[in-house]
Nanobody, 120 residues
């Protein structure tokens, strides 16, 4: 049974950092591309980071240089390091598995998300 469980969210001041974790079970996450998305109230879900099975990463301009996606294959876990956080980064962050090894394949499994709130 495929499961994705996010953790690490919370309240942080502007300019602060958080590291989110996505613990995978029921499959070998290193064999798939994985992504992080976020959804803020009243806004569409937004892709914020992806990593291919080979380890290539990509980011939208809104987070490039501030967010870093990585994976620990021994722990079957994907991380999202978020630095220089801004109030507009406030959202529920969700981890997703892609059906294949590249970032161009559709997602097929999702976690339930973790709340990130950036506020002073």
């Amino acid at each position: 049974q495929v499961q994705l469980v996010e953790s690490g969210g919370g309240l942080v001041q502007p300019g602060g950092s958080l590291r989110l974790s996505c613990a995978a079970s029921g499959f070998i996450s290193s064999a798939y591309a994985m992504s992080w998305y976020r959804q803020a109230p009243g806004k569409e879900r937004e892709l914020v980071a992806s990593i291919t099975a080979a380890g290539y990463t990509n980011y939208p301009d809104s987070v490039k240089g501030r967010f870093t996606i990585s994976r620990d294959n021994a722990k079957n876990t994907v991380y999202l390091q978020m630095n220089s956080l801004k109030p507009e980064d406030t959202a529920v962050y969700l981890c997703a598995r892609r059906r294949g090894t590249t970032n161009y394949t559709p997602t097929d499994y999702w976690g339930q998300g973790t709340q990130v709130t950036v506020s002073s």
